[in-house]
């Protein structure tokens, strides 16, 4: 898949572009994660469009008076 980045500005987005390409060494190309390359314990691939579980945390905090 090919990739292109059309530079209109200078500000938050090109930083965001610039430390992609720099954390792969800077060649030009961004290495997928690797839950997108691994297949799961039963050959399971990635699917996007599942519906998982949803994880929740609950935080609580003392009322201070």
């Known amino acids: 898949m090919l990739w292109v980045v ?3 500005g200078y500000g938050r987005s090109l930083w965001l ?8 060494g800077g060649c030009g190309f961004v ?9 799961g314990p039963i050959n399971e ?3 996007p469009k599942a519906h998982l ?7 609580v905090r003392p009322l201070q008076l």
């Open 53 to 59: 579980p949803l994880k929740t945390t609950l935080k």
């Open 31 to 39: 290495k997928k994660p690797d839950f997108l390359l691994k297949t």
């Open 17 to 24: 572009m610039q430390g992609m390409f720099k954390a792969n």
């Open 6 to 8: 059309l530079w209109q």
């Open 45 to 47: 691939v990635f699917d």
